[in-house]
């Protein structure tokens, strides 16, 4: 089956840039569209934006001036670019696959999640 | 963007009882393109519910979704122990996709 994995380093300084990576194993990083959704702490959810292979994206007007998202196939993986980070870019980060054929959508499968401290 | 606003903040109930989410949207949610997750305790979100009534695949009879426009229902009926967690609703009929907040629901 489907699973997602997140990876990226746990500690970002401030003003500094977030790099995180979804590797996508039991399927291809082709066939669907995929998102990053994050969730600070004791609070609830934000979604960030889809990618396609394509390279078709979306980001949230709230985050869209600082994010980057972008695709490697050869490797069956997706990356989240976030810069400019604050503290307020603390939170857990989850990828996700999209559920249908359009590119907003419901989300079948997640990632366990990554946690990102943003902190000197 | 939508907003969607849940109620209760938190819900306590017994196993067993019969357990009712609400979601309401601040503006018609297109196609009744709503979807609700459950998230435990150190988990990501499951997928319950999506186009407001379909179960995902694997998920038990007992939950069940409905409500169109801007009201819509999670019911939850038997509540077993494992069903105590936090509830989202998140709608995808307009960009950008939004969540509620969340309805705790906890073991009475």
């Known amino acids: 089956q489907v699973q997602l994995q997140e990876s990226g380093p746990g500690l970002v300084r401030p003003s500094e840039t977030l790099s995180l990576t979804c590797t996508v194993s039991?399927?291809?990083?082709?066939?669907?569209?995929w998102s990053w959704i994050r969730q600070p702490p004791g609070k609830g959810l934000e979604w960030i934006g889809y990618?396609?292979?394509?390279?078709?994206?979306n980001y949230n007007p709230s985050l869209k001036s600082r994010v980057t998202m972008s695709m490697d196939t050869s490797k069956n993986l997706f990356s989240l670019r976030l810069n400019s980070v604050t503290a307020a870019d603390t939170a857990m980060y989850y990828c996700?696959?999209?559920?249908?054929?359009?590119?907003?959508?419901?989300?079948?499968?997640w990632g366990q999640g990554t946690r990102v401290t943003v902190s000197s | 963007e939508i907003v969607l606003t849940q109620s209760p903040g938190t819900l306590s109930l017994s196993p067993g009882e019969r357990a009712t989410l609400s979601c309401r949207a601040s503006q018609s949610v297109s196609n009744n393109f709503l979807a609700w997750y459950q998230q435990r305790p150190g988990q990501a979100p499951r997928l319950l519910i999506f186009g407001a009534s379909n179960r995902a695949a694997g998920i038990p009879d007992r939950f069940s979704g409905s409500g169109s426009g801007t009201d819509f229902t999670l019911t939850i009926t038997r509540l077993e122990p494992e069903d105590f967690a936090v509830y989202y609703c998140?709608?995808?009929?307009?960009?950008?996709?939004?969540f509620g907040q969340g309805t705790r629901l906890e073991i009475k």
């Open positions: 996700a696959r999209v559920a249908g054929w359009t590119p907003e959508d419901a989300f079948d499968i």
């Open positions: 998140q709608q995808y009929g307009s960009s950008p996709i939004t």
């Open positions: 039991g399927g291809s990083v082709s066939s669907f569209y």
């Open positions: 990618i396609y292979y394509t390279g078709s994206s």
